[in-house]
């Protein structure tokens, strides 16, 4: 069954550093999104992408990120300089609208991030 | 803005049924959703109702939408113990993101 990868699983980083979350969407799907889930929190909203650009983007998605889709299977999402509170669970998910004209989500199994 | 709100944790006996509730704010809400997560896994969608619809059953899985008391209910029959993991609704509106509760906390004792 297709689904979608997330690398790294885990990843440690200072504070301030540039980082690079990547996700391999499901091949024929055209919607991506990023999510996170600080721990013990909800599962919230940064951003979803559509036909090259960017289509919706939560108050989360600061000048901070950035989302890039740089060949035919990669969607990554960048962090600039990233700070303690980024921390977090970051779920990538990508949809193709189903049958009922709904954009069912199938999601990754999440990145790790830990900024210390 | 929307809110959708889950109490955090439901304890359960092997064989006995589930039920996980969900409230949430948006009159506007157009499908519902089911996901559940174990541990250090994704999301998984486990299933969704159109708000038109009161009720889906889905093999184990009974939804059960409220509209107008906004409560959606997800009941697990023979609940295992395979079952154990975290169950998040969501909502969505239109073509806006989903809108996830906090998720509850399912543990199932032998």
């Known amino acids: 069954e297709p689904e979608v990868t997330q690398t790294p699983s885990h990843q440690v980083t200072q504070m301030g550093q540039e980082v690079i979350l990547r996700c391999v969407p499901i091949?024929?799907?055209?919607?991506f999104y990023w999510y996170r889930q600080i721990l013990g929190q909800k599962v919230e909203f940064l951003v979803s992408f559509y036909n090259n650009e960017i289509s919706e983007k939560s108050e989360i998605f600061d000048d901070q990120f950035s989302v890039e889709r740089p060949d035919g299977s990669n969607f990554t999402l960048k962090i600039r300089s990233t700070k303690l509170e980024d921390s977090a669970m970051y779920f990538c998910?990508?949809?193709?609208?189903?049958?009922?004209?709904?954009?069912?989500?199938?999601f990754g199994e999440g990145s790790r991030l830990t900024v210390l | 803005g929307e809110d959708v709100e889950q109490s955090l944790f439901l304890s359960v006996r092997e064989g006995d049924s589930s039920v996980i509730n969900c409230t949430y704010t948006?009159?506007?809400?157009?499908?519902l959703y089911w996901y559940k997560q174990e541990p250090g896994a994704g999301l998984q969608l486990l299933t969704y109702?159109?708000?038109?619809?009161d009720m889906k059953q889905d093999q184990r899985l009974t939804v059960l939408l409220n509209k107008k008391d906004k409560h959606l209910s997800l009941r697990i029959a023979d609940t295992q113990t395979g079952d154990s993991a975290i169950y998040f609704c969501?909502?969505?509106?239109?073509?806006?993101?989903?809108?996830f509760g906090s998720g509850t906390r399912l543990q199932v004792q032998p």
């Open positions: 998910a990508s949809s193709q609208v189903n049958r009922d004209g709904d954009r069912e989500l199938f």
């Open positions: 948006d009159s506007s809400s157009t499908y």
């Open positions: 091949s024929n799907h055209l919607y």
């Open positions: 969501a909502e969505k509106t239109g073509r806006r993101a989903l809108t």
């Open positions: 109702i159109f708000s038109n619809m």
